[in-house]
């Protein structure tokens, strides 16, 4: 079954000025249990695409569906099983790390016990237990991060959305990290986007990359590169996205 | 009411009472009117007795008015963070609904109203307030008062950044005193002012606390009604605004 199921989808913003179009008929399956990365450079459209997926916004054209529920009008159903670390660290900044974790965990329906149990462990598998009972606005970024994907994946979500996760976290914590969610892969399909391509190339089983609002290419890393004739992934991605380095 | 809108209203008032600008406003500045207004009283001297201002019945009034309206700063503040912060984006992404979001916000700040006017009365009778059953009412009226705060709270923590919301809710505190008859008789003005003042609910609302305190009930009906008509109305707002930006995420 496919996790997630995204047909032609399409998102438009207008202002006064212009209409912009900011995924344009974006079309690709997530499998169940798949770690799959969303590549692109900076306005490229995943950060639109990721919220159309997980019911923020709704698409103008087209069709998502995650585990068949469809994002639109069966939006509650789908967004039970979801959870999204947004780009920013989206965290209660004078809740505990601990109380954090707990709240997330009660919001998706954990009663207090297990929220508690749910976030011990959360908090060993993030090595954050130390830091458990710190205002979650004193962590540094690195940490903050590391709390607000423990966070979406507190909940067992069947299906999570990781926006850059490790943006700014120094070489261990990426380790960690990677670790954390090789181990979840077991019983969760993770959609990640990423400006690091090795740690796409090293984490994903499948990778979309996006340009202009369209999905360019799909496929594991050697379908990739066969596609794109370039051996190195840099080249790899830069040809696929339509974009070139300057000598 | 269900269990999420629950949660989240606690997870609120944590962040409210977390803060010391919560505290320093919300309880410390009440108090201190009483003082600052205290100190005023003695320095007229006997003269004080004469003018009706001065009475703690009525200068109640206006502490509750004065500190009902930093909740909506506290509450433009909280949503405004959540939605800068992006914590807002992720609990629209949970399995909340539009009606979670706004219980919570509001039951958070509701109890904080009602420790508010407790300490706001509780200091008026330690400045010479009467002890009367008319202050029980009158607490329940200053809860009320403070759903008015509320729904402008939620109204500009929906439509402000984190930046300028705060600046605006201190423009929303300053109006509401001064156009509530709080500093001035607003009978001894009147013209075009009074009923300037009367068109909006403030005056009503201080109006609603003084003729409560002194029992007054015949006067009472005229400013609970309008202030019932405002606290609707801007609630509404309210919802439609919060959708309006949980769709704008």
């Keep these: 079954m496919h996790a997630l199921n995204v047909e032609n989808a399409v998102k438009t913003y207008r202002n006064t000025k212009r209409v912009v179009t900011a995924v344009d008929g974006a079309s690709f399956f997530v499998n169940d249990g798949e770690i799959f990365g969303l590549l692109g450079m900076n306005g490229a459209g995943k950060s639109t695409l990721i919220k159309m997926c997980t019911g923020l916004i709704p698409p103008d054209g087209g069709r998502i569906s995650v585990f068949r529920h469809d994002a639109v009008t069966e939006r509650e159903i789908a967004k039970s099983l979801v959870n999204i670390s947004p780009q920013e660290t989206a965290v209660a900044p004078s809740l505990t790390v601990r109380e954090n974790l707990q709240f997330i965990a009660r919001i998706y329906g954990a009663d207090k016990l297990a929220a508690g149990r749910a976030a011990d462990e959360m908090l060993d598998g993030l090595k954050l237990a130390e830091r458990a009972n710190d205002r979650a606005g004193k962590l540094s970024g690195g940490l903050m991060r590391r709390l607000s994907i423990g966070m979406a994946l507190i909940t067992k979500p069947r299906l999570a959305f990781l926006d850059e996760p490790t943006l700014g976290l120094d070489v261990v914590a990426r380790h960690e990290l990677h670790r954390l969610i090789r181990a979840r892969k077991a019983d969760c399909s993770i959609v990640l986007t990423t400006h690091y391509l090795e740690e796409a190339k090293a984490l994903c089983d499948r990778i979309a990359v996006m340009a202009h609002g369209k999905i360019t290419a799909v496929g594991t890393v050697d379908e990739l590169e066969s596609l794109s004739g370039e051996s190195d992934f840099e080249r790899v991605f830069l040809k696929l996205a339509g974009e070139r380095l300057e000598p | ?249």
């Design chain 2, 1 to 249: 009411m269900n269990n999420k809108a629950i949660v989240f209203a606690r997870r609120n008032i944590v962040e409210i009472l977390r803060s010391p600008v919560s505290w320093i406003f919300g309880f410390v500045m009440p108090i201190g009117i009483f003082v600052i207004m205290q100190i005023v009283i003695n320095s007229i001297g006997e003269h004080a007795g004469s003018v009706p201002m001065f009475g703690v019945d009525r200068f109640t009034g206006g502490v509750v008015i004065f500190g009902a309206s930093f909740l909506s700063l506290f509450c433009a503040l909280l949503i405004s963070n959540d939605r800068q912060q992006s914590f807002l984006a992720r609990l629209l992404a949970s399995p909340m609904r539009a009606f979670d979001y706004i219980a919570g916000y509001m039951l958070a700040v509701l109890p904080l109203a009602f420790a508010q006017a407790v300490v706001t009365f509780v200091a008026a009778l330690c400045f010479g307030l009467s002890v009367t059953v008319n202050i029980l009412p009158a607490l329940l009226f200053s809860v009320f008062i403070g759903m008015l705060f509320v729904a402008i709270g939620v109204i500009f923590g929906s439509t402000l950044s984190a930046k300028s919301a705060p600046p605006l809710c201190s423009v929303v505190v300053q109006i509401a005193t001064l156009l509530s008859g709080m500093w001035f008789d607003l009978d001894m003005i009147g013209g075009g002012f009074d009923l300037f003042c009367h068109i909006l609910p403030f005056a009503h609302a201080y109006d609603l606390i003084r003729f409560t305190l002194v029992g007054a009930w015949g006067n009472v009906w005229l400013p609970a009604l309008v202030v019932a008509a405002y606290v609707t109305a801007l609630a509404v707002v309210a919802v439609f605004a919060f959708r309006l930006r949980a769709r704008r995420v």
